[in-house]
């Protein structure tokens, strides 16, 4: 497969609680669980996330040491482009799984959306704003 738009996206990220992520992702946002592999004698545990029909997905990974910790800054942002105004209730379940709502780093996203941050510091983007590559 060539690396075009139709080649599938990954998004990894290290995680200092896989509960606490899966939590914030599956039932704060409403990710389906594509893969899990459960960490054994000094493997990294790992956690795909994402919806059956996208051509992305999200992994969070462990690292059984301990020394690979989350290192988000406050513009590291996964943004999901609603089109529509962002559910009051969608908000609440987010914090309700985990997630903290925080004003963005850039202003233009609070004009635009709802930014919360999930249990390891990532921050996600609820955005009132269409997309689309063409």
Request: glycine share 8%; no cysteine.
């Amino acid at each position: 497969m060539p690396a075009n738009g139709s080649a599938h996206l990954r998004i990894a990220r290290p995680s200092r609680d896989l509960a606490a992520a899966e939590r914030f992702w599956k039932q704060g946002l409403g990710l389906t669980e594509l893969f899990r592999h459960t960490s054994e004698a000094g493997e990294h545990a790992l956690l795909m996330l994402g919806w059956p029909d996208a051509h992305w997905h999200l992994e969070l990974t462990l690292d059984p040491s301990g020394t690979l910790q989350p290192s988000p800054t406050p513009d590291d942002l996964l943004v999901v482009y609603l089109g529509e105004a962002v559910p009051a209730e969608l908000v609440a379940r987010l914090e309700r799984s985990g997630g903290k709502r925080v004003a963005a780093y850039n202003p233009y996203w609070d004009e635009w959306g709802v930014t919360l941050e999930d249990p390891d510091g990532y921050r996600l983007v609820l955005s009132t704003r269409d997309w689309s590559n063409s």
